[in-house]
């Protein structure tokens, strides 16, 4: 069996579930704080920090694995290739923006979330973490979507 092409297949899913899980989540929530209908806010919630811990949690590290995996399967020096460097370094910053910013505040949109669907009345500190989390969610999306540039076209 080909190692390379084996780890090339799981990276690229990796970023399947990591990248199409950010950009589905992310609308999914817009849409559903758009209808400003308590039940449906925080079934929406709910959902995104639940995908994001399978999906993009889980790509995330199939990516990282996998693709430092490989780099060292074949003797890549990942500290020097221009390309993985700024791939890896793109990948990173979006990883903190998620672990430091994103996923604290729909943790705590969470909490809200489930408070909210009782009462029905969504308090306006859900409002502002969404600000919050649609800015940096926005940013977060737009980093690796940036290294899909460096990992297919390879700049030198």
């Known amino acids: 069996m080909n190692t390379y ?3 090339k297949s799981l990276h690229i899913l990796g970023i399947i579930l990591f990248l199409g899980n950010i950009i589905i989540t992310g609308w999914w929530k817009y849409r559903a704080d758009c209808t400003k209908n308590p039940q449906i806010v925080a079934f929406a919630q709910r959902q995104v920090t639940l995908t ?4 993009t949690a889980g790509g995330a590290a199939l990516v990282g694995v996998t693709g430092i995996g490989n780099a060292e399967l074949h003797n890549m020096d990942y500290h020097s290739i221009y390309w ?3 791939g890896y370094g793109l990948f990173v910053a979006s990883g903190i923006i998620w672990v430091v910013i994103l996923l604290p505040v729909q943790i705590k949109q969470a909490r809200m979330a489930h408070a909210f669907s009782i009462s029905n009345n969504i308090p306006e500190s859900y409002w502002r973490l969404s600000k919050i989390w649609f ?5 977060a999306t737009i980093l690796p979507l940036l290294n899909l540039y460096f990992m297919v076209i390879k700049p030198t």
Do not use: A, H, S, T
């Open 5 to 7: 092409l084996l780890l």
């Open 52 to 55: 994001d811990f399978i999906f």
């Open 84 to 86: 993985l460097v700024w």
């Open 135 to 139: 800015i940096f969610g926005i940013i």
